[in-house]
Structures are given as structure tokens and as C-alpha cells.
């Protein structure tokens, strides 16, 4: 229980909910009428982002010095990652990009990286990990270009917020999982289950 009781997380949880709440005060309270949600249109496809998310990463496991298992660790780590990251998606790719109205998407996606970056000069220390504030200042812009088109696509928050947890991590199974998700996103209108058609018995009206 004590490993549990000291867990080491890299972020600040109060980050992640004033901006939460400051979204949706900025939505009860703007004209902004919202359109996106936790799950979008399609609730099974959305879930199906952070599913992947949980098996790759639990099945490859995190070194921590928590002393728990390494695959239980990858799993809590993903857990508490996909939460904050679902309260700053609500933000910045929430009520930011539908705030900013029918602008071309490229230009909500560089103002919405632009804030996203300066963002974080309230949560890290330094950036030399990045090479710098301007590297990764492009850098959120280029993400934030990746994410602006999920949400705008699925209308659902937890898919950026899927795709932006893949960063606790850079292995092999974030290259896999970012494949298979560029690739749900390109065929995302398609239905998983297509009903199968009526026989050709009925169709000529024999029993």
C-alpha cells in the first residue's frame, strides 16, 4: 500500500482542472455553443482510442521507482495521463477551436498550439529536454495541427486526448498505436459493422 500512497506523477492536477473549469464556465457563459463531447458522434470508435492505448502500453510496461509491477504501472500512468489530458483537451481543442468559429482549420490549429505552448511554461521548470522553449513551442503548433483534425473529425474530446497521451512514452508502441490511429481517423465515417443485406430468396419473394 505505501507504493500506492506515494505514487511519483510528472504533473499538476490543478493545471488540468482550472482550465477545465474555466472551459466550461466559458460555455455556460459565452455564445459558444458546444458541439464536441467525451465521446463524439460515434461512442464505440472513440473508445476504441484509449482502449489501444491501455493494452499497448500495460502489455510493454514502465520501469518506475513506485516498486509496483511494471505493467500495472504503465496502466495507472496511462489512467492518470488520459484524465488530465482530457481536461486540457477540453480546452484547447474544446472550446478554443469552436470559439475561434469557421477560420480555416490550419489557422485554429496554429492559435490553438500557440496557447498550448505557452501554456506549459506554467507547468514545466525548464524545456532543455525539448532543446528549448521555441523547439517545443513548433513543435506543440505541428501536435496541435494532428489533434485539431481529430477532434474537428470525430467530435469527440477523447480522441486528442488519446492521441496527446502518447507522448508519456516514445517506444515502439507509440509508433504503433499513432499508425492505427491516423488510420481510424482516415476511414472514421465507415461502419465498423455493415448489416448484411436481405437474401436473394427474399428479395424475389420466396419463402
Known sequence: MHAFTNLEVNWNYNHGIAILLVSFLFYKFSPVKSTYSLFGDNKLKSALFPLLLFIG?????FSNNNGINEHLWAFIFCLFTIVYDIMEEYTWRGYLIEGLGKIN???KSVISGIFWGFWHLLIFNDFDQYGG??????FSIIFSFILTVSVSKTKAILVPATIHALLIRTNIVTLICFIIFVIMLLTWDRKLFKKR???RFTN????
Open 57 to 61: 502500453y500495460s502489455v510493454y510496461g
Open 105 to 107: 482549420l490550419i489557422v
Open 133 to 138: 522553449f521555441g523547439v517545443f513551442l513548433l
Open 197 to 199: 443485406g436481405k437474401s
Open 204 to 207: 424475389n419473394g420466396n419463402s
